[in-house]
């Protein structure tokens, strides 16, 4: 919830959860998904390392364990699709991290 605040948009407004396809299996995405009634996404790979040129942060220990500087903004980039730009760079609260991207076409 902390994103939405700092992007000042509703919760509502999420259309789906992305993350990296090697993710897929950890249950808290999932359930979190699941919880808020949007689909999760898994982004490949290839995807999210197109994206991560976009990215606005950059981690050495996400370069170096998943080879983009941010997977959490590479897969908001690539699910908002090629229009997409990040109102919120990566945050991290607990043990989750997120960003949250937007389209013109979004609501």
Not at 13 to 20: G, P, V
Not at 28 to 45: E, K, Q, T
Request: hydrophobic share 60%; glycine share 10%.
């Amino acid at each position: 919830m902390a994103a939405f605040d700092l992007a000042g948009v509703a919760t509502s407004a999420l259309r789906l959860i992305a993350t990296s396809a090697a993710k897929g299996g950890e249950p808290g995405i999932a359930a979190a998904a699941s919880a808020i009634g949007v689909p999760l996404v898994l982004i490949p790979l290839g995807d999210l390392a197109a994206a991560g040129m976009r990215a606005t942060t950059r981690s050495e220990r996400v370069m170096a364990l998943a080879g983009v500087p941010s997977v959490a903004e590479a897969a908001a980039l690539v699910a908002g699709g090629p229009d997409a730009r990040l109102i919120v760079r990566r945050i991290a609260v607990g043990p989750a991290t997120c960003a949250l991207a937007a389209t013109e076409a979004a609501p």
